[in-house]
């Protein structure tokens, strides 16, 4: 105990030397969210700092967070604590792939989900979040869609709209080992509580849904829900945060392997460490930021239906 204090002092101290603001998300350790400015989404978090007078942003997330981060906030050193954060999914895109699928489907527009790099945001017509990804597709004059990297989130948006949805074969692990039979299974145990799915889980997990959120839907719908029992159907970090929101609601993960080890690789050691040798700075080119910008910038023009 007397450790850990001793690490947050620490970090608050040098947090004050250089003028740092400290963002986690959702999915992080609870004593990491715990020490965060701010706690949220992956873009919510970067947009929410974006005005803020800080030099240093501390990014608790996988790299393709940082990078957003890095995109909207250039003027800003944006350090992630741990180098090796990445995430799968976005991993499971690239450039020369998808250049060559847009040569196959020339009258197609690209929608990238923000969980993907700045190379690949740089590439598409118009960035998306799992909360506004159906008002996205929906805006756009094209009638067939590229919808990068997610296949999960790609079907959603598909019973949502009459565009032909051409789907990447790319998944967040965490979400896709959800299967029907643990819900079925967690229902059995909490038979009182709603289901609440993030749109990255299977069809067949969403099925079984009472609604189906981001994490930020999740929060927002459990806060003001009269329901007193939920079981979660994301990634098991979101808990935490639900139960310091909602001390008088019961929560439940749909399993307990629900856990995305990228999201637990950073600890309160790593944001000292990182705030300590000024590491690891995440920079994004000149020119892909700028085209990120524009994809990112469109999808915020985008009015929201749901």
Known sequence: MQEMKYIIDRINSLKAEHNAVILAHNYQRPEVQDIADFTGDSLGLSQQVVD????????????????SAAILSPEKTVLLPERDAGCPMAEMVDVISLDDEKKKHPNAAVVCY?????EIKAQSDICCTSANAVDVVNSL???????VPDKNLGTYVSDFTD????TWEGFCPTHHQMHAQDVLKAKE??????????????????????????????????K???AKEFIIGTENGLLHRLRKENPDKKFYYV?????????????????????EKMEYVIT???ETRLKAKKALDRMLAVKRTM
Request: proline residues 3%; aromatic residues 6%.
């Open 52 to 67: 803020s007078d800080a030099d240093v942003i501390v990014f608790c997330g996988v790299d393709f967070m940082a990078e």
């Open 114 to 118: 923000v969980n993907s790099s700045a």
């Open 141 to 147: 004059e094209e009638d067939e869609i590229i919808f």
């Open 163 to 166: 565009k032909k949805i051409i």
């Open 189 to 222: 145990e909490h038979p009182n509580a709603l289901f609440l799915a993030h749109p990255e889980c299977r069809t067949e997990v969403l099925d079984l849904a009472d609604e189906v959120l981001s994490t930020t839907g999740i929060l927002s719908y459990a």
């Open 224 to 226: 003001n829900s009269d």
């Open 255 to 275: 399993s307990e392997f629900t856990v995305c080890t990228n999201m637990k690789i950073t600890t309160l050691d790593s944001v000292l460490n990182s705030l």
């Open 284 to 286: 994004v080119p000149e």
